[in-house]
């Protein structure tokens, strides 16, 4: 059995030889919990480098006979664990989970369970030694489990789909066990499918430490896709005459292959079409619950349309990698690394960061690339020679890779992984479309034929850019990804690109702009997008949702020299129809001359396409916009944009009308300042206020002020079922009311919204 163990802490700053044997004072925290909340920009990460205390009571009637255990699915960085004085776990990894048994050292009565935490950035400690370009929140940020079984117990469970586009199917249950008495045992595996309908099951006789049981001649399995992402259940039990230990494990049926040609999954050719992203959030660092971590996933599949994330640059929740395997996003998992490699301790730490990435993911259908190299490290022969071994031999259904961001560079893995930032390196005179977006592979490689290659960042640092930059630089962002993109589709040899980044994040002072932020998303911090997101929205198919999102604020002056031309329009309509003023409407088709290769191509509207007066040049009137997305001939969305905009309505979104309170949960609200015509005020900075009632609370400040015409924000749960009230008061609106629901159960429940007419 295995339960949450994320109430009842006590968090103290420091950690003294007696915190070992005694109960300090300190603050009660739920789990999972950031050390140091940080503002929002602005501040010295040095804050939270240093010790810091969890401690909390286990009482010998809460554990069953048998074997009692901690896991821990993360701590940053350098985690002790002490059970009633005595060290009984030491875990040098910031990213990976780490089990302390508890049974040799319980006693009767109460138990006092105390952790160390260390947050400074040890050198012998990948990812420490050099400079990394994100921070490492201290704290104790993922889940806590208790979990208890019999005096013998299921270790490893490996789950392989041999041959998953044969007629016939197999499934290979590789499993370990460890404790007393399993041996002469049985191992029991059920197969179940998502209607929980067993599909085969099997059992056999436990003969040693590891066993291997093969459930064969399997019809009518369904596969494993980005479209269609179907998930099988497999019930592993350890038996004897009772059941002394119960596993789940979700996994699926599906082929994926790098080659030179490109990448194929379940036999198909697909271009990757991906996002790099980084586990923080702002105030609260790494420490966000399960629902956020799924937002992120879903934000990336369904809102951006990516097919693929790479989990820069270490391995990021199991609640992430779970949702990627139910939404159907395809993952990139690399260890812990930036640039810097250090001696043999910590070159050692980091193989063994190999081999705990794959034991704990290694079931993910999701997954399909393990990254055994530090992000844009030196070649290093021994090391990664080291690396690529053993991920092959704990995992030989998938490809290795090592992203690099240097030319020739010694090829160990299956799959040549480059960070490209041709365009930025060297600024080209004359139009953007001109310029050269990623350089051929060979260019890159050395070598004198094509290997399996992927690239794996463009863009961010080399343009960041700002949600509330002028329209130009954002226009400019734009133009940035729709070039990479086009290139990457065009070139059969690059199996796709994964731009950086998903969003915006915090970081060290030697990174980023002043504020402590690296403006590199599509997104910002708070997951509101910019206009570069709809670059990826826009290449989903209209079924899907049609898009049609003008990269303007259409007003005359934003640019230099006035006007809103060249004027790009991202969508993944067939043509779009444009009507300014009283001038009959216009309509264009993609620009297929200059993005000839993306599957949809933007709308761009240039000078010498239309005629002065239409546009409102000097001297003319300004008149109001809008577009008409068509599909097949017929309209299927509307934008519209006025002259003069206004405020008008306060739109207030949350991402969930409930919010859970039997674990640690968050749900998101925007706030929008809308025009007339409900489009976003860019310009707006008015402040707000957010005032919280009931049984949730604020994350970070009461007090904020537009960006780009938004305002985001989270509530977090108490841990208190009952009603929750946001209500949000700025001068130019009436305030704005929203109702949720602190529930003690299991909610997928659909967003919700309120709005506010401006005063």
């Known amino acids: 059995m295995r339960r949450r163990l994320n109430d009842g802490w006590i968090f103290s700053e420091g950690f003294e030889p007696r915190f070992r044997y005694e109960l300090q004072p300190g603050k009660p925290v739920r789990l999972p919990h950031n050390a140091v ?15 810091f205390c ?90 806590v489990w208790l979990q208890t079984t019999g005096s013998a117990w299921i270790g490893d469970i490996k789950i392989e789909t041999p041959n998953p ?35 085969t099951s099997s059992e056999c006789a436990i003969s040693g430490a590891q066993v291997q049981l093969t459930l064969d001649d399997l019809t009518g399995i369904e596969l494993w896709d980005i479209d269609n992402p179907v998930l099988y259940r497999a019930e592993v039990s350890l038996l004897a005459e009772t059941a002394l230990d119960h596993r789940e ?80 996003l395809l993952v990139f998992e690399e260890i812990p690394g930036w640039q810097h490699i250090g001696g043999r301790e910590w070159q050692q730490e980091s193989v063994r960061n190999v081999a705990r990435m794959i034991r704990r993911d290694w079931n993910h259908p999701s997954i399909v690339l393990w990254g055994v190299r530090i992000n844009e490290s030196a070649d290093n022969r021994e090391f990664y020679t080291r690396t690529n071994r053993l991920a092959r031999k704990l995992d030989s259904t998938r490809q290795t890779s090592g992203v690099r961001c240097i030319g020739n ?46 690239v794996t960042e463009f863009n961010g640092h080399m343009f960041p850019t700002k949600s509330f930059d002028n329209e130009m630089r954002q226009a400019e962002h734009v133009l940035r990804f729709l070039q990479v993109l086009d290139a990457s589709y065009g070139d059969p040899n690059i199996t796709g690109s994964v731009g950086w980044c998903m969003f915006d994040y915090n970081t060290h002072r030697e990174f980023g702009s002043g504020d402590r932020i690296c403006h590199h998303g599509v997104l910002d911090m708070f997951r509101v997008e910019k206009f570069a997101a709809a670059v990826y929205a826009s290449q ?74 239409e546009f409102g040049t000097w001297g003319h009137s300004w008149e109001g916009m809008r577009l008409i997305g068509y599909q097949s001939g017929e309209p299927v969305t509307e934008t519209r944009m006025v002259n003069s905009p206004i405020p008008a309505k306060l739109d207030v979104a949350a991402d969930s009308g409930e919010i859970l309170a039997g674990e640690k949960d968050e749900v998101r609200i925007v706030v929008t ?65 929203l109702s949720l629901s602190a529930v003690d159960r299991l909610c997928r429940s659909a967003p919700v919204r309120s709005a506010a007419d401006a005063v």
């Open 409 to 454: 560079s010694e090829l160990l893995e299956d799959v040549y992984a480059m960070n490209d930032f041709a365009i930025g390196s060297e600024e080209m005179p004359g139009a953007n479309h001109h310029r050269v977006a990623l350089r051929g592979q060979t260019e890159v490689t050395g070598l004198s034929g094509n290997v399996p290659y992927l």
């Open 673 to 737: 300042a809308l025009s007339q015509t409900g489009s976003t005020l860019p310009y707006l900075t008015d402040p707000l206020n957010i005032e919280i009632s009931g049984e949730a609370a604020l994350i970070g400040p009461d007090s904020l002020a537009f960006r780009a015409g938004t305002a985001a924000f989270w509530i977090e749960s108490t841990g208190r079922v009952g009603p929750v009230t946001v209500r949000i008061v700025s001068p130019r609106f009436l305030p704005a009311s």
């Open 165 to 199: 586009l044969g007629q016939r199917k197999s499934v290979r249950v590789k499993c370990g066990f460890h404790g007393k008495g399993y041996m002469g045992c049985r191992l029991r595996v059920s197969i179940q499918d998502r209607s929980s309908k067993t599909v």
């Open 249 to 328: 494990i979700s996994f699926g049926f599906r082929d994926a292959v790098f080659a030179a040609d490109g990448f194929r999954l379940n036999g198909r050719l697909l271009k990757i079409r991906g996002l790099n992203r980084h586990q923080s959030f702002p105030y609260v660092g790494y420490a966000m619950g399960r629902r956020s971590q799924e937002r992120d996933a879903s934000i990336l599949k369904h809102e951006l349309g990516c097919n693929l994330v790479r989990t820069s640059h270490y391995p990021q929740s199991s609640w992430f990698l779970d949702h990627c395997d139910r939404v159907g």
């Open 37 to 51: 909340n940080l503002p929002l920009n602005y501040f010295d990460e040095r804050v939270y480098q240093k010790e």
């Open 54 to 143: 969890y401690q909390r009571i286990l009482h010998w009637q809460e554990l069953a006979s048998g074997e009692s255990q901690l896991i821990f699915d993360a701590a940053m960085a350098d985690a002790r664990v002490f059970l009633n004085g005595i060290e009984i776990q030491h875990h040098r990894d910031g990213f990976t989970p780490f089990t302390a048994r508890l049974t040799e050292h319980l006693q009767p009565g109460e138990n006092l369970l105390s952790v160390r935490i260390d947050g400074r950035e040890n050198p012998s400690i990948p990812p420490f030694g050099g400079y990394i370009d994100y921070l490492t929140y201290a704290g104790i940020y993922r889940d």
């Open 540 to 613: 989903s198919e209209v079924k899907s949702k049609p898009v049609l999102k003008p990269v303007t604020h259409w007003s005359r002056g934003e640019r230099n020299i006035g006007g809103v031309l060249p004027l790009i329009i991202l969508t993944n309509c067939d043509e779009v129809e444009l009507k300014v003023g009283s001038y009959e409407g216009r309509r264009f088709l993609p620009d297929r001359v200059s993005f000839p290769h993306l599957p949809h191509p933007p709308v761009i509207i240039r000078p010498e396409d239309v005629n002065a007066g």
